[in-house]
């Protein structure tokens, strides 16, 4: 029985740090990573030699709006090495992330980056949330633009006539 609990909490924490990467790629912030990180989750991004904080609750805003100014993401997880103790575990994830920026100009920027997150997760009422992020990113390929880019667009309700 208990490899029977190990093999469902390995599943469930790999379908927690999924649930992070869905939420970047189809811009559904708001909608999720509340979902899959605790309250008062600490998230640290270590890029370039500087440390950014998109720690809770203001998280969720800070990462919709660095990735409003992408068209595309796609942020591609690794299967995790994870080591689980009762309602505590811990996860290393090797991520590959693209983020695909159109120039006013109409012309493409692509940003890379090669990243590996850290998690401390917890059980909280039967669910695993990321407690502690924690995301080195020692490969970069070129620059996240901030400014002369087109904004993620609203798209239609595909299930409308107007489609």
């Known amino acids: 029985m208990a490899d029977i609990d190990n093999t ?38 270590r890029l370039r030699g500087q440390r950014i904080d998109f720690s809770m ?9 660095f990735h409003d100014l992408c068209q595309w993401t796609q942020h591609l997880v690794s299967p995790q090495v994870l080591s689980v103790d009762g309602d505590s575990a811990q996860a290393r994830t090797p991520v590959h992330a693209l983020h695909l920026q159109i120039r006013n100009d109409g012309s493409q920027n692509q940003w890379v980056i090669g990243a590996v997150y850290h998690d401390d997760l917890v059980r909280q009422s039967g669910q695993w949330r990321i407690e502690k992020r924690l995301a080195l990113c020692p490969y970069v390929e070129g620059d996240l633009l901030m400014e002369g880019v087109k904004l993620f667009p609203t798209f239609p309700d595909f299930d409308s006539e107007a489609v």
Do not use: C, M, W
Not at 21 to 30: G, S
Not at 57 to 65: A, D, L, N
């Open 8 to 45: 469902r909490d390995h599943i469930a924490i790999t379908h927690t740090i999924q649930e992070v990467a869905r939420a970047f790629d189809e811009k559904l912030h708001n909608q999720l990573l509340h979902k899959v990180f605790t309250d008062n989750a600490t998230i640290l991004y």
């Open 57 to 65: 609750p203001k998280g969720p805003s800070k990462f919709k709006y």
